[in-house]
């Protein structure tokens, strides 16, 4: 190709021009900044996974049960005395593993969302995703028996008896809604911006809808609908988990395949179609896989909003907006943002289990306020 | 892969009848013009002229109703993504710049090449274009920290990155100093001249694409209006083209559009 040549020709005239052996080292000291510089978002990733380690240890012995730090990594390990292991593991490892997966599937999500849809405010929560996912699931719940609540007195034992119903349901739910999104920005051209607002109206369409589903539900439904709609980690159980982390695991590999062309979209739709990115189908299929971990973590643990907006702002403060880091790193922060909010509703007003979705709130309302001030400010420059 | 030398029979570039309409508004009117390679055209019009639309439908970012290109002898529009993009890079005229740093905005332009991962010719690739370019001082800089001059030569990087046999370029000095706009069409010309690229630019100031090009594509609602050197581009055409009285006068050997 004629083309191929030009790196061909420079080469050879940058050895003429520097001579070969100090071209050569000057070459070698590029590689060396641009090492160093990727070596150090590596290091941010484990950074990453090292608090994630450590939240996972402090929310192990964070309970009404008073065992030790000690004794928590001791049994974690399959040591240390029996009951300490039954409630490790039975009570705080599962409802650990569901932070866990939830955390990376909202923030993952918001992560891609964000790129494909052109907006930083975009979110399973803000664009009303995870309200159409909710008001699915209180569908399945409701009509079709597929959760009941055991107990209303207890927190803990709401159980889903048809997980796959719910998912089904919880996706439908949020896939209307993505496809509403994407008929607004796609065919009706209604800018990134806007987006938001249309997420606004569609958020309290189905916030609305779930509220009617409750008023013709008998009373039992109804407690479960209402303590679904709170958020908590600690009603899946290990199939529950499995399911999240096997929708996780496929996103993350798509997204990880995708992760050039998400950059190329940074740079604009049209540069990204110029780089040979198929900029249609890039959007579609990573607002449906999006939608997909959403409302199957959404299914399982009800309603917890903002992750999926939070997470990777804080990320990007770090590591900048390159999607070979941003995505592993979002899910990793995801998982450490909804631990920390457990961890707070479980010792904030102990013994009483604040909801965690009303604590991802407190966080995440703010950001987003600033977030909308910064895009105005910019909007205006 | 197989592809014709480019030679004055088979030009690096042959568009054919493009054609393209906004619903009922026909933009571009079977628009066709021969480029040779390592020539610059510049592609002249007023507002609305169809110049930014043409090189959209050209590189197919844009599909257009009807028309071909052929590229160094094969049917760029029958190519995949991949292949197109690896035959003709695009900088916009409005680049979007975000938390990424130059090194990472320049590796883009490996995006047609890479196929899981990064390999040692992508970093080397792109170190030789920054060396070239004279970006290495600020490589690890953010892109959304740079004037106006230094992301549109960091754009042009990126464009070189992806080895094309055609590069397009959407206005590219619209938002630059005087000096940054002589820098930045200097640079095009002697890239088109020693890397046999052949270069399709879209320009609003015509002294400037006296200077710096080759050939002169004269659009006018949609149509060709002339096509040539620079013989082509004349005070009539000036008039016809920007509504404009004007002279072409010499200074220093050079053609200058002083408008009366």
């Known amino acids: 190709m004629a083309s191929n040549s030009y790196h061909k020709e420079h080469d050879h005239r940058s050895d003429s021009r520097h001579g070969l052996d100090h071209s050569h080292t000057h070459e070698h000291d590029h590689y060396g900044d641009y090492r160093r510089y990727i070596a150090r978002k590596w290091v941010f990733l484990f950074v990453l996974l090292a608090l994630l380690a450590a939240v996972i240890v402090v929310s192990a012995s964070v309970g009404s049960s008073g065992i030790s730090v000690l004794e928590v990594a001791r049994a974690l ?7 300490s292991r039954t409630i490790v593991w039975n009570v705080r490892v599962p409802q650990i593993a569901t932070g866990i997966a939830v955390g990376i599937a909202l923030a993952m999500a918001g992560a891609v969302m964000q790129n494909v849809l052109r907006n930083p405010l975009a979110s399973a929560s803000t664009l009303g995703i995870a309200q159409g996912a909710s008001f699915g699931a209180a569908v399945a719940i409701v009509f079709f028996q597929a ?15 048809s997980p796959y119903l719910v ?14 999104i994407l008929l607004l920005s796609r065919v009706a051209g209604v800018s990134p911006t806007s987006l938001i607002l249309a997420g606004v109206a569609l958020s309290a369409l189905f916030t609305a809808s779930t509220a009617l589903i409750q008023y013709f539900a008998d009373d039992v439904r109804i407690a479960s609908i209402v303590h679904w709609t709170f958020g908590s980690l600690s009603r899946a159980g290990w199939t529950e988990i499995a399911i999240i982390f096997a929708f996780n695991a496929i996103a993350f590999v798509y997204f990880t395949y995708n992760r050039w062309n998400y950059n190329a979209l940074e740079s604009g739709t049209a540069t990204a179609k110029s780089l040979g990115v198929n900029v249609d189908s890039l959007i579609l299929v990573g607002m449906v896989v999006s939608t997909l971990i959403s409302a199957v973590a959404i299914a399982f643990v009800g309603t917890i909003n903002f992750i999926g907006l939070i997470a990777p702002h804080i990320v990007r403060r770090f590591i900048g907006n390159d999607y070979r880091f941003l995505i592993p790193a979002s899910a990793l922060m995801g998982a450490v943002i909804i631990l920390v909010a457990d961890i707070a509703s479980r010792t904030i007003a102990s013994p009483a289990l604040l909801p965690i979705g009303a604590l991802t709130s407190f966080m995440g309302a703010p950001l987003f306020l600033y977030l909308i001030i910064r895009q105005g400010k910019q909007g205006q420059a | 892969m197989s592809c014709l030398k480019p030679t004055a029979e088979n030009p690096m570039i042959s568009v054919r009848g493009i054609s393209h309409a906004y619903g009922d508004k026909q933009v571009l009117r079977g628009v066709s013009f021969d480029a040779q390679a390592g020539e610059v055209v510049a592609i002249l019009g007023n507002n609305g002229a169809g110049k930014s639309t043409l090189i959209t439908c050209i590189n197919k970012i844009r599909s257009p109703k009807s028309g071909s ?6 049917d760029f529009y029958e190519m995949s993504r991949i ?9 916009a005229q409005k680049s979007e710049a975000h938390q990424i740093t130059v090194f990472d905005a ?8 890479i196929k899981w991962g990064l390999g040692p010719e992508d970093i080397d690739k792109c170190n030789a274009v920054i060396e070239h370019m004279g970006l290495e001082d600020f490589k690890l800089r953010m892109i959304d920290e740079l004037s106006g001059g230094e992301l549109q030569k960091v754009m042009l990087a990126r464009a070189l990155v992806q080895e094309p046999q055609v590069l397009l370029l959407d206005e590219p000095t619209s938002n630059l100093d005087p000096k940054n ?6 640079f095009v010309h002697d890239i088109a001249r020693s890397h046999n690229i052949t270069v399709l630019v879209v320009l609003h100031d015509v002294s400037h694409a006296l200077r710096y090009c080759d050939k002169f594509l004269m659009l006018q609602g949609g149509q060709v209006y002339s096509y040539g050197d620079a013989s082509s581009v004349t005070e009539q055409a000036i008039f016809d083209i920007y509504g404009v009285e004007s002279s072409i006068v010499d200074i220093h050997g050079r053609k200058v559009v002083v408008v009366n």
């Not at chain 1, 998912?167 to 509403?180: E, N």
């Not at chain 2, 292949?83 to 900088?91: D, G, K, L």
Request: glycine fraction near 14%.
């Open chain 1, 77 to 83: 390990v399959g040591g240390g005395e029996e009951t």
């Open chain 1, 147 to 161: 959760g009941v609540q055991l107990g209303a007195a207890s927190a803990v034992t709401h159980t889903i008896t």
């Open chain 1, 167 to 180: 998912v089904i349901f919880a996706f439908l739910g949020g896939i209307a809604t993505t496809a509403i």
């Open chain 2, 69 to 74: 290109v052929v590229v160094a002898g094969q």
């Open chain 2, 83 to 91: 292949e197109r993009a690896r035959h003709m890079s695009y900088v």
């Open chain 2, 106 to 113: 320049i590796l883009l332009g490996r995006k047609p090449y």
């Open chain 2, 181 to 186: 706009q002589h820098a930045v069409l200097s």
